[in-house]
């Protein structure tokens, strides 16, 4: 297992999730959720600065059968541009059902998904990257692809 805080990315149409892993990638915990817009990969930088990460990982929504959707192109084209603002490793890790999971704990915890809409995306960040640390952990290698930063120039 790697060592170093990875910061996990959960895009939206309207936010952004992100959560962060210890140092020695055990356990991720929700940090904070980013409106999407101007700014937002700066912010996410900000926080990977902040946390001294090595790699962001950001979850790739397919569809349940593995196919891609509209959602699969934001989340790549987001990742890309990750990729292009940072000279950290960017990976995509398959993500499927990390908000229905996040909402399915949100109401086991007595919260409604009304109530959780400030945190639900900070829960799925965390889902996908803990699903990424737990993958590496039992696989014996790092998850997901690496975007190439010069794909995107």
Known sequence: MRSGVRVGVDVGKVRIGIARTDFHGMLATPVETVPRGSGDVARILAIAAEVDATELIVGLPLSLSGGRTPSTEDAQGF??????ATPLPVRMVDERLSTVSAQAALRASGRTVKSSRSVIDQVAAVI???HALDFERTAGRPPGVVVDPDEGQ
């Open 79 to 84: 990742a890309q541009a990750l990729a292009n």
């Open 128 to 130: 996908i990257v803990q």
